[in-house]
């Protein structure tokens, strides 16, 4: 059974980089015909898709958020991650990773990140 | 890009009663189109992909219908477990974009 698992920290100041890392188990991130997602969900909010990657390294961002994210894929530790630079309050989240081909059917259980002084 | 809107936003419905939820995409999305569920603190679960296909382990009350711009997930006799959040999602211009619509939360009524 494939699990994802996100890890990084749960707080991060205005201005600096959120960093975030999924961990999947129980198959592998090079598997053809997937892609590996980040998706964030502000609280109280609806689902706003962030980015994703295929193992092969290429990468597709959501337009309102080009300009701040970057994903990386590494294939050695099965972990794929995402950063986003020059956080504000408003990119305080629940965090998750998923797989896609077009619908995301495999999920991370989330991770709150606040962005905070 | 494809805007897709969900109604309505909250839907009051009785357990053992038929729920009908909408979703529209401002441009046609064929049948690339995704439906999940979200219980409050968990990962949403899919649903139905490609419209109309149940993902596996779905229960036959959840289905799914149309195709172009106008979209309907229907549950058939709402179970406790049933009362979440739905949301849609479009994947037709997938590579490089897809959009989740805002979600309609259904409560019992």
């Known amino acids: 059974q494939l699990q994802l698992q996100e890890s990084g920290p749960g707080l991060v100041k205005p201005s600096e980089t959120l960093s975030l890392t999924c961990t999947v188990s129980?198959?592998?991130?090079?598997?053809?015909?997937?892609?590996w997602g980040w998706i964030r969900q502000p609280p109280g909010k609806g689902l706003e898709w962030i980015g994703s990657?295929?193992?092969?390294?290429?990468?597709y961002y959501n337009s309102s958020l080009k300009s701040r994210v970057t994903i990386s894929v590494d294939m050695s530790r099965n972990q794929f991650s995402l950063k986003l630079s020059s956080v504000t309050a408003a990119d305080t989240a629940v965090y998750y990773c998923?797989?896609?081909?077009?619908?995301?059917?495999?999920w991370g259980q989330g991770t709150l990140v606040t962005v905070s002084s | 890009e494809i805007v897709m809107t969900q109604s309505p936003a909250t839907l009051s419905v009785s357990p053992g009663e038929r729920a009908t939820l909408s979703c529209r995409a401002s441009?046609?999305?064929?049948?690339?189109l995704a439906w999940y569920q979200q219980k409050p603190g968990q990962a949403p679960r899919l649903l139905i992909y490609?419209?109309?296909t149940r993902a596996t382990g779905i229960p036959a009350r959840f289905s799914g219908s149309g195709s172009g711009t106008e979209f309907t997930l229907t549950i058939s006799s709402l179970q406790s477990e049933d009362f979440a959040v739905y949301y849609c999602?479009?994947?037709?211009?997938?590579?490089?974009?897809?959009?989740f619509g805002g979600g309609t939360k259904v409560e019992i009524k």
């Open positions: 998923a797989r896609h081909r077009g619908g995301f059917d495999y």
């Open positions: 129980g198959g592998s991130i090079s598997s053809s015909s997937y892609y």
């Open positions: 990657i295929y193992y092969s390294g290429s990468t």
């Open positions: 441009q046609s999305v064929s049948s690339n």
């Open positions: 490609g419209a109309i």
């Open positions: 999602q479009q994947y037709n211009n997938w590579p490089p974009k897809l959009t």
